[in-house]
């Protein structure tokens, strides 16, 4: 079997799940169930101040944005998950596709593939 070879600079798709969280504690916690259940290769965290309308008013709230790096056969599983174990009644996940380096997106795929129970 003749497999092609990789060119410099080829890419494939990755895709980057955002939510935000209101406490580092909060951040950790979701983050390290994320990795366990291999629903995400990496998760960084940003604390970041976010304003925002809700029920009529305008909020501002200290925060911690998760950046979580997937698949896109990963996505509908995160997202559940995230809905499940998360505190806010209305929490943000947003998906954003991207490319990533080929062997990075490779790594993503590896770390999220999901391991046979024997």
Not at 16 to 38: E, F, H, N, P, Y
Not at 70 to 88: G, Q
Not at 100 to 107: I, K, M, R
């Amino acid at each position: 079997m003749i497999t092609a070879m990789k060119q410099p600079g080829e890419t494939r798709k990755i895709v980057i799940v955002q939510t935000t969280v209101d406490s580092k504690r909060k951040a950790q916690k979701l983050s390290g169930l994320i990795l366990k259940k291999r629903l995400g290769a990496c998760v960084q965290t940003i604390p970041i101040r976010s304003l925002y309308r809700w029920k009529g008013k305008i909020e501002s709230a200290e925060e911690f944005l998760l950046s979580i790096k997937t698949t896109s056969a990963n996505t509908a599983r995160l997202m559940d998950f995230i809905k499940k174990n998360h505190s806010y009644e209305l929490p943000e996940i947003v998906m954003i596709s991207a490319d990533a380096d080929c062997d990075y997106a490779g790594w993503i795929a590896r770390e999220t593939r999901r391991l046979k129970k024997r």
